[in-house]
């Protein structure tokens, strides 16, 4: 199986600065990725798909870039709503996997 | 606007089976894959497999085969996960998804003697 490797585990930001999020495939997987973002309590919820469509209605702050193995999410500007824990999904192939999650918390 | 509606909350002792329902609206219900993901509590997301609610075919995680079955209702607009011969480390909350995109509101399942 496609194993999908998350960094950093945890990511110390300010509100009003930039994350940049890190996701890699064990192996090709296209651009069929998608990112989550998961409040506590909460089930998770699109951001963006195909690794760079934004979801409807998720912000224009959230971006998706990357191919092949890499890929990245990038937050231009940390809003106080946007700490939670992110996850990268593959779709290219069976089983569907995620990686482990990486949380944004507040500096 | 695209819903998926979950059943509540089971507890069950180790050794028995839950059934978790899933009641779709807002979209045409036979033209997605409903996908099962769960979450153990404070761990990260497992995907369990798939049902394709328009010709019912299903595809399983090998780590979880045998042990769980998912059928679905069309006429209902639901989609159905059962996991029989429950275990401590099958407590997590369970989802459904569309394709992706739309998540359920998660059922925990807990199990415990």
């Known amino acids: 199986e496609i194993v999908m490797t998350q960094s950093p585990a945890t990511l110390s930001v300010s509100p009003g600065e930039r994350a940049t999020l890190s996701c890699r495939a064990s192996q090709s997987v296209s651009n069929n990725l998608v990112w989550y973002q998961q409040k506590p309590g909460q089930a998770p919820r699109l951001l963006i798909y195909g690794a760079s469509t934004r979801a409807t209605g998720s912000p224009a702050r959230f971006s998706g870039s990357g191919s092949g193995t890499e890929f990245t999410l990038t937050i231009s500007s940390l809003q106080s709503e946007d700490f939670a824990v992110y996850y990268c999904?593959?779709?290219?192939?069976?089983?569907?996997?995620f990686g482990q999650g990486t949380k944004v918390e507040i500096k | 606007q695209v819903q998926l509606v979950q059943s509540g909350a089971e507890v069950k002792k180790p050794g028995a089976s839950v059934k978790i329902s899933c009641k779709a609206s807002?979209?045409?219900?036979?033209?997605?894959?409903i996908h099962w993901v769960r979450q153990a509590p404070g761990q990260g997301l497992e995907w369990m497999g798939w049902i394709d609610a328009g010709d019912g075919n299903t595809k399983y995680s090998q780590k979880l085969q045998g042990r769980v079955t998912f059928t679905n209702d069309t006429t209902a607009r639901a989609a159905y996960m059962e996991l029989s011969s429950l275990r401590s480390e099958d407590t997590a909350v369970y989802y459904c998804v569309r394709d992706e995109s739309d998540w359920g509101q998660g059922t925990l399942v807990t199990v415990s003697s």
């Open positions: 999904q593959q779709y290219n192939d069976w089983p569907r996997t």
């Open positions: 807002g979209y045409t219900f036979t033209t997605y894959k």
